[in-house]
């Protein structure tokens, strides 16, 4: 399964580095599924490409690439239906992006315009949505789209003036005879005591007891305020038909121009992807991967979270030479050898040039895989509950198994480690053989079983160990792992090798010790594997 597969290779280290400007390329990222169509992903690397020539001219105008992402990022959604009348918002978000489209055509090349397809929408709607001095990326209706419109706004704030008027007249009486007035408030709290008689306060207030000591008061509304108040609720309505009629007027070109909206997404979307992937492969020194009809060939792939690790550790980091043709390979090699890190390695280029985006080897040539399939450790086992841990191995291999028909990549990292090793290597061999005659998968298969069988079609390979020549089994400067951990990544040669079916060679014992195992364990246990020999 893919979610396996990215989990296990650590390719969200890459991803989450990949960072798109707009909400159509953030969802596209989100969506995103492995390219399966060749065409599809030399398109998608030949964008990549093409905006890669303008961050080198950009090198030197730093501003205007600043400007760029500052357009993608302004540019909104926008209703993707069409609407017999679009709301005040919608016509909003279609204004906003077209200010920003235009923006972001203005500061690109012709050259790359043409490439992305990035094309002014026509009929003028910048003017029409601009109507009435509005600045480029609000939106209202402004009185200037219909003159009647205009009067009855210009009535509604007679209308509030009045209104105005007549509460400043009645808070400048209240204030006149009791030293308080309501100033756009509801109610007042008063002491009963300052109103006096409450009867002569009765044409002016509406009182009622609030307790012993105060009366809540109210303005009291004349037949001028009624007036005013109904005047106003029918300028209201009035008003709000009018910008009915105003917005259906000015959503009906809209609408013609939603198909060259959404088109123009697209072509942004493409763009802003673009960018997004030239940016990370000048930032993570990634190169254009090469597709191809034969063999696997990886030149200095670079798994970038080991290469991280190894660089908090300050440990050397080798990237992975190698090649890996159809059918199956078994890979030897002792822990710490780095059997893992070549099939993470694997995996991690190809879920990263199938993204569409380019990777971090010197050269990596790959064909497109349909399935992507790990077997090991990692995965949850939730929906597995009362399996042990071979049985749950057994579990993915049967998902896995069904797809090696078709173009498949399949990582099996210590696959069966957990039975005898007698049956571990019958297992092994029985998968190897059946994967030998579908040329169709590649998959790769990390183990210690020694006693799996040489088998045509099969490759064997391991991973080079210790170097024996300058072995240094003293101990290293002081004693905390990482400074164990330094010393044996210095004496390990981590590179494939052809694996000689007779050849014996371990590592374990010798990795023991310089992990801290007392020399005299150390010693016994090798006199037990000469003992075996």
């Given at each position: 399964?893919?979610?396996?597969?990215?989990?296990?290779?650590?390719?969200?280290?890459?991803?989450?580095?990949?960072?798109?400007?707009?909400?159509?390329?953030?969802?596209?990222?989100?969506?995103?599924?492995?390219?399966?169509?060749?065409?599809?992903?030399?398109?998608?690397?030949?964008?990549?490409?093409?905006?890669?020539?303008?961050?080198?001219?950009?090198?030197?105008?730093?501003?205007?690439?600043?400007?760029?992402?500052?357009?993608?990022?302004?540019?909104?959604?926008?209703?993707?239906?069409?609407?017999?009348?679009?709301?005040?918002?919608?016509?909003?978000?279609?204004?906003?992006?077209?200010?920003?489209?235009?923006?972001?055509?203005?500061?690109?090349?012709?050259?790359?315009?043409?490439?992305?397809?990035?094309?002014?929408?026509?009929?003028?709607?910048?003017?029409?949505?601009?109507?009435?001095?509005?600045?480029?990326?609000?939106?209202?209706?402004?009185?200037?789209?219909?003159?009647?419109?205009?009067?009855?706004?210009?009535?509604?704030?007679?209308?509030?003036?009045?209104?105005?008027?007549?509460?400043?007249?009645?808070?400048?009486?209240?204030?006149?005879?009791?030293?308080?007035?309501?100033?756009?408030?509801?109610?007042?709290?008063?002491?009963?005591?300052?109103?006096?008689?409450?009867?002569?306060?009765?044409?002016?207030?509406?009182?009622?007891?609030?307790?012993?000591?105060?009366?809540?008061?109210?303005?009291?509304?004349?037949?001028?305020?009624?007036?005013?108040?109904?005047?106003?609720?029918?300028?209201?309505?009035?008003?709000?038909?009018?910008?009915?009629?105003?917005?259906?007027?000015?959503?009906?070109?809209?609408?013609?121009?939603?198909?060259?909206?959404?088109?123009?997404?697209?072509?942004?979307?493409?763009?802003?992807?673009?960018?997004?992937?030239?940016?990370?492969?000048?930032?993570?020194?990634?190169?254009?991967?090469?597709?191809?009809?034969?063999?696997?060939?990886?030149?200095?792939?670079?798994?970038?979270?080991?290469?991280?690790?190894?660089?908090?550790?300050?440990?050397?980091?080798?990237?992975?030479?190698?090649?890996?043709?159809?059918?199956?390979?078994?890979?030897?090699?002792?822990?710490?050898?780095?059997?893992?890190?070549?099939?993470?390695?694997?995996?991690?280029?190809?879920?990263?040039?199938?993204?569409?985006?380019?990777v971090p080897a010197a050269l990596f040539a790959t064909r497109v895989f349909r399935n992507f399939h790990y077997v090991g450790e990692g995965?949850?086992?939730?929906?597995?509950?009362?399996?042990?841990?071979?049985?749950?191995?057994?579990?993915?291999?049967?998902?896995?198994?069904?797809?090696?028909?078709?173009?498949?990549?399949?990582?099996?990292?210590?696959?069966?480690?957990?039975?005898?090793?007698?049956?571990?290597?019958?297992?092994?061999?029985?998968?190897?053989?059946?994967?030998?005659?579908r040329r169709g998968a590649v998959a790769l298969f990390s183990t210690h079983f020694r006693g799996v069988r040489r088998l045509p079609g099969?490759r064997y390979l391991r991973m080079g160990g210790l170097d024996r020549t300058r072995l240094d089994l003293a101990a290293p400067e002081g004693?905390?792992?990482?400074?164990?951990?330094?010393?044996?990544?210095?004496?390990?040669?981590?590179?494939?090798?052809?694996?000689?079916?007779?050849?014996?060679?371990?590592?374990?014992?010798?990795?023991?010790?310089?992990?801290?195992?007392?020399?005299?364990?150390?010693?016994?246990?090798?006199?037990?594997?000469?003992?075996?020999?």
């Amino acid at each position: 399964m893919i979610d396996d597969v990215r989990s296990y290779s650590g390719f969200d280290a890459l991803w989450q580095r990949f960072l798109p400007e707009t909400p159509f390329g953030r969802a596209a990222k989100e969506r995103a599924v492995p390219i399966t169509e060749e065409p599809a992903l030399e398109a998608a690397w030949d964008r990549t490409d093409a905006v890669l020539g303008l961050l080198e001219e950009l090198d030197a105008d730093r501003v205007r690439l600043d400007r760029i992402a500052h357009h993608l990022r302004r540019l909104p959604r926008f209703p993707e239906e069409p609407r017999d009348t679009f709301d005040e918002v919608e016509l909003f978000q279609l204004k906003k992006f077209l200010f920003n489209h235009g923006s972001l055509l203005s500061l690109l090349p012709d050259s790359l315009k043409e490439f992305f397809c990035l094309r002014e929408i026509p009929g003028g709607l910048g003017e029409l949505l601009g109507t009435g001095r509005q600045g480029d990326e609000s939106f209202h209706v402004a009185d200037a789209y219909d003159p009647e419109l205009a009067v009855v706004r210009q009535a509604l704030r007679d209308n509030e003036a009045a209104a105005r008027a007549l509460r400043d007249r009645s808070d400048h009486a209240l204030r006149e005879r009791w030293g308080f007035a309501f100033e756009g408030r509801a109610f007042l709290l008063v002491p009963r005591d300052r109103l006096g008689d409450p009867s002569s306060a009765a044409a002016l207030l509406d009182l009622e007891p609030w307790d012993a000591a105060q009366l809540c008061v109210r303005p009291r509304t004349g037949a001028e305020a009624l007036r005013l108040a109904e005047e106003k609720t029918a300028l209201l309505s009035r008003e709000r038909g009018l910008e009915a009629r105003v917005l259906s007027a000015i959503s009906a070109p809209l609408r013609e121009a939603l198909p060259a909206f959404l088109e123009q997404a697209r072509a942004v979307e493409a763009f802003d992807l673009a960018l997004a992937g030239a940016r990370l492969a000048r930032e993570a020194r990634l190169t254009r991967p090469v597709l191809v009809e034969g063999e696997i060939r990886i030149e200095r792939g670079r798994h970038l979270p080991t290469e991280t690790l190894c660089e908090s550790l300050g440990t050397p980091y080798t990237p992975l030479d190698a090649t890996f043709g159809a059918g199956p390979t078994v890979l030897f090699g002792s822990n710490m050898g780095g059997k893992t890190v070549v099939l993470k390695t694997l995996a991690f280029l190809q879920l990263a040039a199938q993204s569409g985006l380019f990777v971090p080897a010197a050269l990596f040539a790959t064909r497109v895989f349909r399935n992507f399939h790990y077997v090991g450790e990692g995965r949850s086992r939730e929906e597995g509950r009362g399996l042990s841990g071979f049985g749950f191995e057994i579990r993915q291999f049967n998902e896995a198994h069904a797809d090696f028909g078709g173009a498949t990549l399949a990582l099996f990292d210590e696959f069966a480690r957990t039975t005898s090793s007698g049956e571990a290597e019958a297992l092994l061999s029985a998968i190897l053989e059946d994967l030998a005659a579908r040329r169709g998968a590649v998959a790769l298969f990390s183990t210690h079983f020694r006693g799996v069988r040489r088998l045509p079609g099969v490759r064997y390979l391991r991973m080079g160990g210790l170097d024996r020549t300058r072995l240094d089994l003293a101990a290293p400067e002081g004693e905390e792992l990482s400074d164990r951990i330094r010393h044996i990544d210095r004496q390990m040669r981590f590179c494939l090798e052809p694996d000689a079916p007779r050849e014996r060679r371990s590592d374990a014992v010798t990795v023991a010790r310089l992990l801290g195992l007392p020399p005299a364990l150390a010693r016994r246990a090798e006199e037990f594997i000469h003992e075996e020999d």
